[in-house]
């Protein structure tokens, strides 16, 4: 079990104000999900149809009390969608799963109940919504059709798996890339991406047939520790390492269509001119409005930058304290389509928001939510 020390965590500004859905969030990597996301300030909404008996993580640490915690099945698609209309999350990280491998020989027909049609459900849920801006479906690394080829996995290998659990492990992935491709490629839909994590370790894991917490029992009971696979090599991470990757996936997927913008007009040599917004106040009342127009800016990948009132004065000819200038759009001025001939982006669907769309002059429009009390110029 080696790191190679601290990387890339998630934004807090990415995530303040945001409304996230967690499937599965009384469990062990849901409950520490919804504590980082409460932590960065998101409004975490949790569907499970069930509370762990204690101990869990999730009432020692008391999760219900951070989160909207809703009792649903993700086997029964009309609660979820009942949830998921409800709630109209921003993002969504479905969690809920069978999770061990032993019990998916003894239970082959609820493991794949939940961890395939639990997996269709919430993504028909997100479908049929116009909330969802990003999704990260999180399967396995046990998701590989294991050929004993001795080498690491890559994402392009075969999906498959030899025993009920890792098989629907892979079943999920091909749902996700099916629903990816037939549905959530479409104008305004939701990005999807799909995570796999290996084997974690962490703090409030009292799982059945998990190594280090049937280690930490028998040493507690003075009983000798059976090791079932004494020959098997297997990555370990500690809990908060994929969940930093899960949440990191979910930025880049809510901001993926200002960079998809961008890359479309480099590609067709489409003329885009950066351009600015500034929104002034021009009392002391109206500054808190600055900072509450800032959050979701930023949240949305638009970097924003404070003005004094001395520095308002170079660009904008009204007087005000303080203001804030956004600077990251390009204005796009689509030629007319003879210019361009079959190279046209006529047919060609980006957005400047969070999922694919229709061409857009400038992704600031998703981004700010402006004061009627404040100027824009």
Known sequence: MTGAGPG???DPGRWQGRRVLVTGHTGFKGAWLSLWLDA??????????????EPSLFAQCR??????HHVADVRDLDA???????????VVLPLAAQAFVRRSFREPVDTY??????????LEAIRLTDSV???????????YDNREQRRPFVEGDPMGGHDPYSNSKGCSELVADAYRRSFLSEDGSANLGSARAGNVFGGGDWGEDRLIPDIMRGALAGETVRIRRPDAVRPWQHVLEPLSGYLMLAERLCTEGARRLYGLCDELGIPAERCGKLIVAGSAGELPRLD??????????????RLTGAQIADVEPRRGLQAAREQGPRLVRLPAPREHGARTPSATRVSSGGAPGRMSASHSSCAWSQSPSSRST
């Open 8 to 10: 890339p965590l998630p």
């Open 40 to 53: 960065l300030g998101a409004t975490v909404v949790g569907l499970s149809d069930e509370v762990h008996p």
């Open 63 to 68: 999760v219900g009390e951070l989160v909207e």
């Open 80 to 90: 979820v969608r009942r949830v998921v209309d409800a709630a109209r999350p921003d």
């Open 113 to 122: 109940a939940v961890n395939v049609m639990g997996t269709v459900n919430v």
């Open 133 to 143: 801006r990003a999704a990260v479906v999180v399967t396995s690394d046990k998701c």
């Open 292 to 305: 509450e127009l800032e959050r979701p800016a930023h949240a949305n990948g638009v970097t924003a930058r």
